[in-house]
């Protein structure tokens, strides 16, 4: 008979954070804009749609060859940035023994459409050109790695040709569920044993047409006037961001070993997807995955990628209310929604500040986020997704 383990989980520590998003890059950068209540957003470019653009960024830094930059969309080097600053964070940036064992786990979308090709190749079927034109097309319009949108693994594949990441490597897809898995599963084998140490992450670029077309087909944008996610009304919806979060986790044995300096504990990842076919069926997920979390104490906090769409945001906030003696904070307000990297972004915020020994500043007038003096020990990250799917984090200090 075989014997039953009884080894204990491995603890998992958070040893680097990788931001680069609407606001600025770097954990100490967005410390300082959240605190100043700073908020980049652009109405004008996609009028009617609202959108949170990239702040400023020097690719070179962190990929430093022209010829990669420019095979990449604009999403892939938004995320192959953050990755590097995540390992620069960490201290294993270049240290080709262990980015040989870590094990990345992206959160991807279906990859950016190159428009030009596509309304050539529309065009040419409006035109009546015959299947011979539309195959030259395919053929010399396209890049030889792609089809008509980018494959979702071609982040993944970056960051190890960029930043020698040579591990394990998955690719997740599913929207904002898929960052919440990303953080489960390495989770899961990092306390099982079965990983050292693992890069996570997700990209998105906001700024396309295509992606606030095909979110306007489910009247999720957020159009005509910016306004903080908890105050949009019934009317409201999500204003696309551009960014990317990035985090290297790994065993507590490990860092200790190495001498890494951690952030915070990931203690616990739950996620659950309701059917959605009721009101409320979205609040009573949400309040069942607060229970799998753990002890919650009395000061913890609570960061929320909530969306902003309707109705599921109005769910949530039930649910955030009936947590009422808990501090919140919503990253959609200052980042916008970036989908995939949501719930990578809340983590890395609650990290965050659990190392500054406190929340940021509060920036919605609705009067669910509250300013506290308090230095909280735990922080919760929980995220509904737009239209399916919801996630939660427990986040702890290191003392």
Request: glycine content about 12%; cysteine-free.
């Amino acid at each position: 008979m075989a014997e039953t383990s009884h080894k204990q989980p491995a603890e998992a520590w958070i040893t680097g954070i990788g931001l680069a998003t609407s606001l600025a890059e770097g954990p100490d950068a967005h410390w300082d804009a959240l605190n100043q209540r700073r908020v980049n957003v652009d109405t004008t470019s996609f009028a009617p749609y609202i959108v949170h653009p990239l702040a400023p960024l020097s690719f070179d830094k962190q990929i430093p060859k022209k010829g990669d930059q420019r095979q990449m969309e604009a999403w892939q080097r938004i995320g192959t940035y953050a990755a590097g600053l995540a390992l620069d964070s960490a201290g294993i940036k270049g240290n080709t023994e262990i980015l040989s064992r870590t094990d990345m786990i992206v959160a991807a979308g279906g990859g950016e459409r190159d428009l030009s090709v596509d309304s050539a190749v529309l065009n040419s079927d409006a035109q009546g050109e015959t299947p011979g034109v539309l195959n030259e097309r395919l053929m010399n319009d396209l890049r030889p790695t792609l089809f008509l949108a980018q494959l979702s693994n071609l982040l993944a594949g970056n960051i190890a040709i960029v930043h020698g990441v040579t591990g394990s490597s998955r690719t997740f897809m599913g929207e904002e569920e898929s960052g919440v898995d990303a953080a489960r599963i390495a989770l899961a084998r990092i306390a099982a044993g079965q990983s050292d140490i693992a890069l996570i992450g997700a990209a998105q670029n906001g700024e396309r047409k295509d992606l606030l077309m095909l979110y306007e087909f489910g009247d999720f944008n957020l159009k005509d006037a910016y306004a903080p996610v908890f105050a949009r009304g019934p009317k409201g919806g999500f204003a696309l961001g551009s960014g990317s979060a990035f985090l290297v986790i790994e065993s507590k044995a490990h860092a200790e070993a190495r001498g890494a300096k951690p952030y915070a504990r990931l203690t616990n990842v739950v996620a659950d997807m309701s059917r959605r076919r009721n009101a409320g069926d979205v609040t009573a997920s949400m309040q069942q995955l607060w229970g799998q979390l753990g002890t919650i104490h009395d000061d913890a906090a609570i960061i929320t990628g909530a969306t902003g769409a309707n109705a599921v945001t109005d769910e949530e906030v039930a649910f955030l209310r009936a947590q009422s003696g808990h501090p919140v904070r919503a990253t959609g307000t200052a980042f916008g929604h970036v989908m995939e990297a949501q719930f990578p972004l809340g983590i890395a915020l609650a990290a965050l500040s659990l190392s500054r020994g406190g929340l940021f500043a509060a920036n919605d007038p609705s009067g669910l986020e509250i300013e506290t003096t308090k230095a909280p020990d735990q922080i919760v990250v929980v995220g509904a997704g737009h239209w399916r799917g919801e996630g939660m984090a427990l986040v702890e200090a290191i003392r």
